[in-house]
């Protein structure tokens, strides 16, 4: 697949995806959840369709004999006449960023994980067994290394075979129900091995950095996985008031957060919708629960056939596979052939005088001897396509070889841009 097909592909799956996540959006306010677990599931599927859509549907034959050319430019500080801008040029400059990004992400990343080193390095250990938190690693039958720390504005569990929690100061200053309703959901993570699935999203965040609805995807997943923590720390504790009070008492504390890969206990914009859920009363019911489920997921599959139909992604033709597997010429020297004579086309006077501008496109037939065999307009001021076909008609390009290595005819489709400056 040439270049500028992949980042093509690569926008229009961009798009799916939002409008995939879009479409969960509006059903998590018309047809909640409310059962942290059902909802932490429904929003890992809904990434994975995100993931998957692209995949999961028939890509269009590319338009591997199409090409844009000549962006021509009138007026005083003038770029040279003639001068080519193939979509070739910017998908290179895409691609580009997108890896840069990718690798600023993971360098990102990297210093997160550093980061946490120096903080447990710097900690001061505290001992569960001399504390409020004496006997509860018995109770929910996991350990970790409890430390406090300066550094962190709020408790941050990471690590698998060693896990540690990072305690803010403040949980000093706590009494010792508020204590162990903290402590309780930092192990309640380590349970559950969730800084693995946390590095597994900060890797995906990361690679598709890019990816808007993924992200937002993302941030609903840590949501109702909190919130699916906090359900448990209440069945534990045996209520919910000192865990309440416990999360309201670490969002006074104003103290520096530090962006860092691991299980936060509180997150921006977080807090709100997780003591929403813990207040209410009444718990949606089984029946309730399965039918907003199944609407919702008929639903987004609506979703993802109109967001496959309306931004498809496009593959390459079977011509072009077929001269890349006979040693012929790749699928973009054949959508992009060399132009050995090309003359500029001449601003109309009328043009100018009006200050017209506008982009005439061009259908061209170029015949095996490399020359313009047919030229007609396809849209474009009647002016201004008078000037380009006269000129593009003048154009001769190096002769095309098809699979069997020789010439071919191809269709191409020609773009020039009047514009005066």
Known sequence: MSLALAVQNLGAACLQGLLLAAAALVLARLMPLERPRVMLWWWQAVLLACLALPWAQPWAPGLTGRVEVALLRIGPALAEPGTAFGRWAWADVLAAVVAAGVLLRAAWLAAGLLRLGAFRRRAIPLEPRRTALAGLENTLGTRAAFLVSDEVGSPATFGLRRPVVLLPRAFLEMDAEGQRAVATHELLHVRRRDWLVTLFEEGLA???????????????????REQRVDELVVVVLGGRQAYLESLLEMARHDLRRRAVPAALLLREHHLRDRVELLLKEVTMSRA????????????????GTVAAASFPLAGEDGSAKAAEKSGGKSARGISEP?????????????????????????????????????????????????????????????????????????????????RLS
Do not use: C, M
């Not at 990361?206 to 109702?224: E, K, N, T």
């Open 338 to 418: 060399r132009i050995i004579h090309k003359v500029a086309p001449e601003y109309p006077a009328e043009a100018k005088k009006d200050k017209l501008e506008g982009i005439v496109l061009i259908d061209v037939r170029v015949g095996k001897d490399g020359k313009v065999a047919d030229a007609r307009v396809k849209s474009g001021h009647p002016t201004l396509a008078e000037a380009a076909l006269a000129a593009v008609r003048q154009w001769r390009y190096e002769p095309i070889l098809g699979p069997d290595r020789k010439p071919v005819e191809a269709a191409l489709t020609i773009t020039i841009n009047f």
């Open 288 to 303: 309730r629960v399965l039918s907003h489920l199944a609407v919702s997921a008929f639903v987004l599959t609506l979703a």
């Open 206 to 224: 990361s690679l598709f950095w890019f990816h808007p609805a993924l992200h937002l995807v993302l941030g609903r997943i840590r949501l109702a």
